[in-house]
C-alpha cells in the first residue's frame, strides 16, 4: 500500500521559513514523480511544487517567486519543501502527491498538513 506522510507543518510568523516533508513508503524511489499542493479555506486544491524523481528536474508556481525549494532524498524515500519568506498567503493545508510526468494527476495522496503564517 502506497503511504504519504507529511510532517513539519506549524506556526510560523510571517518572514520565517518552515521545512515539510513527505515520508512515502509502499514504492520504491522513481516509481513516481513528487508533488506538493496546497488549499487555503475557501479556495481550490493548487499545485505548489513538483520534482521528477528520475532527473531531480523541478517546477514550481508562479506564486513561488524562488522562495521554496522541492528536494527528494532517494536512500530515505523522503521528500521536502523548503518554504522561505513566507506570508499570510502561504496559508494553507499542504498536501504532498505521487504524481504523474506532467504533476496535473495524482495516483496517491497524503492526508495533508497545516500551515499557519501570522502577519
Known amino acids: 500500500e502506497v503511504q504519504l506522510v507529511e510532517s513539519g507543518g506549524g506556526l510560523v510568523q510571517a518572514g520565517g521559513s518552515l521545512r515539510l516533508s513527505c515520508a512515502g513508503s509502499?514504492?520504491?524511489?522513481?516509481?513516481?514523480?513528487i508533488g506538493w499542493f496546497r488549499q487555503a479555506p475557501g479556495k481550490d486544491r493548487e499545485r505548489v511544487s513538483c520534482i521528477k524523481t528520475w532527473t531531480n528536474s523541478t517546477d514550481h508556481a508562479k506564486f513561488v517567486k524562488g522562495r521554496f525549494t522541492i528536494t527528494a532524498d532517494s536512500a530515505k524515500n523522503t521528500f521536502h519543501l523548503q518554504m522561505n519568506n513566507l506570508t499570510s498567503e502561504d496559508t494553507a493545508v499542504y498536501y504532498c502527491?505521487?504524481?504523474?510526468?506532467?504533476?496535473?494527476?495524482?495516483?496517491?495522496w497524503g492526508k495533508g498538513i497545516q500551515v499557519t503564517v501570522s502577519s
Open positions: 509502499g514504492f520504491r524511489f522513481g516509481d513516481y514523480d
Open positions: 502527491a505521487a504524481v504523474d510526468g506532467y504533476c496535473t494527476g495524482a495516483y496517491h
